[in-house]
């Protein structure tokens, strides 16, 4: 399997709570839904049908997942909505239990052995959908996996806006970590949606 991060991303780098005003106020963030103006159905929304329709899996971080099973029930009828409900899915977290995963096809992976975890998935044969394990939001997850050089594909939808701080999902370890460009679409609102994939380091 291929790990894919999706994301919604400023100019200034964040990805906090592009959905709503209380989706994320860590820090002070008042910026909530700033990623609305920006969104539009056939570029953006298209990005998104993309990724989800070559996916395996969803794999999120607690808050993340607490936020999309809050809402994606509820939608049922659609058919992203069922295609997101219906998916596998899987959840890093210290903090949940067993018993609160109440969005359909939940696999919660403990915190203290994610990485471990999310290596064997990553080894695992994916089947006609394409093989990808596909992580939304999650900034926290997300940094862990770069620094563990366990992305393959970076799908970032760079929204022509500036928030002036908020949370990130790249590592300021000072580590190096290439990326090829290899395909960039421009939206009717300014969004430009840009596929990146990991190069492998040399020698390797």
Not at 33 to 62: I, M, N, Q, T
Not at 97 to 105: A, F, M, R, V
Not at 149 to 177: A, Q
Request: glycine share 12%; proline share 6%.
């Amino acid at each position: 399997m291929r790990i894919v991060v999706s994301e919604f991303i400023s100019l200034d780098g964040v990805v906090q709570a592009p959905g709503g005003p209380d989706e994320d106020t860590d820090g002070g963030f008042a910026h909530g839904g700033w990623s609305h103006p920006f969104f539009d159905p056939e570029v953006v929304g298209g990005a998104f049908a993309d990724v989800l329709g070559k996916a395996d899996a969803l794999l999120f971080g607690r808050r993340t997942w607490q936020t999309m099973a809050a809402a994606w029930p509820d939608r049922a009828g659609d058919p992203f909505a069922d295609r997101m409900n219906s998916i596998p899915k899987y959840v890093v977290s210290t903090t949940l239990t067993d018993e609160q995963l109440n969005w359909n096809n939940t696999t919660r992976i403990p915190g203290g052995d994610a990485v471990a975890a999310l290596r064997k998935l990553r080894d695992a044969d994916g089947d006609a959908h394409g093989g990808d394990l596909v992580v939304m939001g999650s900034p926290t997850l997300v940094r862990t996996l770069l620094s563990e050089n366990l992305v393959d594909e970076l799908r970032l939808m760079h929204m022509p806006v500036v928030l002036g701080g908020g949370k990130t999902i790249f590592p300021d370890d000072g580590g190096l970590r290439a990326f090829e460009l290899v395909s960039a679409t421009t939206g009717s609102a300014g969004t430009q949606v840009c596929t990146y994939r990991a190069r492998t380091p040399e020698g390797q």
